[in-house]
């Protein structure tokens, strides 16, 4: 089974992590470097990023990858059907 590219990059960034022994502050820093555009929209809507945690970061950008595709499903349909 093929991975979807959100869970392959994540793979291969952990992968990168884990080999690079990067602590929390690490990781975050070097994601947040990753993200542009509509993504960087999401770390900015985030309240508390003194405190920001990885997988709390990782979890917004899945909610917002989700419903991006959503909103693409549901004008794909709306099209079609006007």
Do not use: C, G
């Amino acid at each position: 089974m093929e991975m979807r590219p959100y869970a392959s990059f994540f793979a291969q960034f952990n992968l990168i992590a884990r080999a690079n022994h990067w602590e929390e502050e690490t990781k975050i820093a070097v994601l947040v470097s990753y993200l542009r555009d509509k993504t960087r929209a999401v770390l900015e809507s985030m309240q508390n990023l003194e405190n920001l945690q990885f997988e709390e970061l990782k979890s917004k950008l899945e909610m917002f990858r989700r419903d991006a595709l959503r909103n693409v499903i549901i004008n794909s349909l709306l099209f079609a059907i006007y």
